[in-house]
Structure formats: structure tokens, C-alpha cells
């Protein structure tokens, strides 16, 4: 399977928890973003990388909230002392480099509850 | 910032039927994406359309980049077509990062 992956699929944990989700892109593809999903609510953006380089971060990412792409291939999101409005479906997504067509895809994304 | 409206929020059909979903942005856009989501909460590309028409068997979409809207067109509809449809730009300036609207939800029933 050569499509964006993600792990876990699935996460609970306890409010004030830290968690830590990965995203491992499309092998060629050098752009990757993060979107978060609220129920019945379309994705909304958060942050974005270019290689190894962290370029853009949403207001909606919050001090609790860091990314990082360590090699420019998979990349990490964590929640520190995580909140109930936490809760969400986490998205990747990856696309090729700038210039071309940017067409994103998605990965299956990380559920996330917080008790 | 730009605002994406998806019309209608919600549609129920009869398997077979035809139907017509609509885009509309407030903004030029660089690039435009069709998505479906599936129950399971998976995007999956339908078309990157940021003008023109393009199909893809049952389904086809129209971008009409001037006047800032798109269509996306699903005929003889089955139940698989199920879920939540979403249109997705871009804007110049930015990073390439998707604004979504709020989808339309399509209910094929049998």
C-alpha cells in the first residue's frame, strides 16, 4: 500500500494525558499537512511541512500542540495535558512539491477521545 | 478569509437517481479538490479540478473558476455513494493548505 498512513487509529485517554500520533506520507511526496476533524464540521488546517521544515502553523494550534518531520519523511503530532475539546479526528495529508500539481491525499486519519 | 459554501447541507435519494452538488467560494482559487468521506471518516479524491470539467464514470465535475463555483454531478447513484461530500481550495498566498466547506451529506437508499 503506497497511500498515507497513520497510527494509532484509534486513541482514548484521560484528560491532562499526553498522546503522540505519526503519519508516514506518500514516499515521493515532500509536502505534508495535519487538519484536524469535529463532528459534522469540515477539516480545518494546522500545520504544514516542507521536508523537515515546519512553514506554517494554524492559530488553532495551541502551545499544548507540537509537529515535528524529523527527515523530511514521517512526521509526529503530540497533545500535551490534553482536553476534552481535544477530542477530534486527526488528518494527514501529503502532496507533491511546489511548482506542480498539489493535489493533497489523505490518510485514514487518528481518532482521538479524551475522558 | 475565503468562505467555501456547500449546498445542499444534506440530500436523501433513491437509488438510481441523479444528483448535483454545488461549490461555492468567495475568493479566486488556485485549486480546487472533490472529496467523499466514507463512514469511517477516510477522504477519498474524487477530482482535482481547479477549472474545467473533468469524469470519472459515474461522477464528473465543473469548475468555473471565474464566476467561483464548482459542480460535482452523480448520476444513477448507488448506496455506496453514501457519506459526506467535501469541496476543498486553495488560495493564493498560502501554503497550499485546504480550506473545506461544512460538506453535503448524501443518504442512496435502496
Known amino acids: 500500500d503506497t497511500g498515507v498512513s497513520q497510527n494509532p487509529r484509534h486513541k482514548i485517554t484521560k484528560r491532562g494525558q499526553n498522546v503522540t500520533f505519526r503519519c508516514d506520507p506518500i514516499?515521493?511526496?515532500?509536502?505534508l499537512y495535519w487538519y484536524r476533524q469535529t463532528l459534522g464540521q469540515g477539516p480545518e488546517f494546522l500545520t504544514y511541512f516542507q521536508n523537515e521544515a515546519q512553514l506554517e502553523k494554524s492559530r488553532l494550534l495551541s502551545d499544548r500542540f507540537s509537529a515535528e518531520r524529523p527527515k523530511g519523511s514521517f512526521s509526529t503530532l503530540e497533545i500535551q495535558r490534553t482536553e476534552q475539546g481535544d477530542s477530534a479526528m486527526y488528518l494527514c495529508a501529503s502532496s507533491l512539491r511546489p511548482g506542480l500539481n498539489n493535489e493533497q491525499f489523505f490518510g485514514p486519519g487518528t481518532r482521538l477521545t479524551v475522558l | 478569509g475565503i468562505q467555501v459554501e456547500q449546498s445542499p447541507p444534506d440530500l436523501i435519494l433513491q437509488e438510481g437517481a441523479n444528483s448535483t452538488l454545488r461549490c461555492n467560494f468567495s475568493?479566486?482559487?488556485?485549486?480546487l479538490q472533490w472529496f467523499h468521506q466514507n463512514p469511517w471518516g477516510q477522504l477519498i479524491n474524487l477530482f482535482y479540478i481547479p477549472s474545467g470539467t473533468k469524469q470519472n464514470g459515474r461522477l464528473s465535475a465543473t469548475t468555473v473558476a471565474t464566476e467561483r463555483y464548482s459542480l460535482l454531478y452523480i448520476s444513477s447513484s448507488q448506496t455506496t455513494d453514501s457519506g459526506v461530500y467535501f469541496c476543498?481550495?486553495?488560495?493564493?498566498?498560502?501554503?497550499?493548505?485546504?480550506?473545506f466547506g461544512k460538506g453535503t451529506k448524501l443518504s442512496v437508499k435502496p
Open positions: 476543498a481550495v486553495t488560495v493564493g498566498g498560502s501554503q497550499g493548505n485546504l480550506i
Open positions: 514516499s515521493e511526496h515532500n509536502r
Open positions: 475568493d479566486s482559487v488556485n485549486n
